[in-house]
């Protein structure tokens, strides 16, 4: 029990000072990928708390955290789609998506919603010493073991589905992905396994994202140049998909 509590511990203190360093690059806005580190600081810390639930101070960090992730999604997904417009030549239409990024970003850095999850991670090893004091967190290690392998099963279970979310899936694997990442040391994935967690990730991330411009090309008629091309990339990302979705499936069977 001491252990993993000292692992979360450490954890935390580590993403309260990536947190910071993003805070400071976006403030000054230093260079692109501010935002983005930002937004993988959070999912790590997200995962890290999921299997804590119940333990003091773990409620509230989680709602600012997603209050943070809630903010920051459609000023990522901009960026996104506008490093996508200009590397297709559709400079001016990328360029206009990316107009004012220093000013969003300095607003970032000074949002309500980032403070917050800053002063609650400030506190919160406090409190895990102090529910660890108060025999809230006895046999921690395999609460967490218990609750990971839960989302395990809610992974397999969706991959034997023939009817199968791609949506959901996205989620389930990101979920599980990086709650094995948190917690290493429970070796629940194998280095083939990972393999294939982090590729279904990406195939599934290009579908999404091609799934989400051309939703858009109905409002934005400078987006309709991309139209054909993303079509096509949406049909190819799926068939991928699948194929990665189907190796993962086979090894989560003989997990």
């Not at 400071?24 to 501010?34: F, K, N, Q, V």
């Not at 309500?112 to 529910?131: G, Y």
């Amino acid at each position: 029990m001491a252990a993993m509590l000292d692992h979360v511990v450490v954890q935390v203190l580590a993403l309260h000072v990536r947190l910071l360093a993003c805070r400071e690059r976006l403030a000054a806005d230093t260079d692109s990928e501010a935002l983005h580190d930002l937004r993988t600081t959070l999912r790590r810390l997200r995962s890290l708390l999921r299997p804590l639930c119940g333990l003091p101070g773990v409620e509230q960090l989680e709602e600012a955290a997603q209050a943070l992730g809630t903010l920051t999604t459609p000023l990522r997904d901009r960026e996104v789609l506008a490093a996508q417009l200009i590397g297709r030549g559709h400079l001016q239409a990328g360029q206009w998506r990316l107009e004012g990024r220093a000013r969003t970003f300095a607003n970032v850095a000074q949002s309500p919603q980032l403070k917050r999850v800053l002063a609650i991670l400030d506190a919160f090893p406090m409190f895990l010493r102090a529910a660890d004091r108060e025999g809230l967190a006895q046999r921690l290690a395999r609460r967490v073991d218990k609750r990971l392998q839960k989302q395990w099963r809610k992974l397999g279970e969706a991959l034997a589905d023939p009817a199968h979310d791609r949506h959901r899936l996205r989620l389930l694997i990101k979920r599980v992905r990086y709650g094995d990442e948190a917690y290493p040391q429970l070796d629940h994935a194998g280095s083939k396994l990972r393999r294939l967690l982090k590729r279904a990730q990406g195939d599934l991330g290009d579908w999404h994202d091609r799934v989400q411009w051309l939703l858009q090309v109905r409002e934005h008629p400078d987006l309709a140049g991309c139209k054909v091309a993303w079509e096509h990339e949406l049909h190819a990302a799926e068939r991928k998909s699948d194929v990665t979705l189907e190796a993962l499936g086979k090894a989560l069977a003989r997990r």
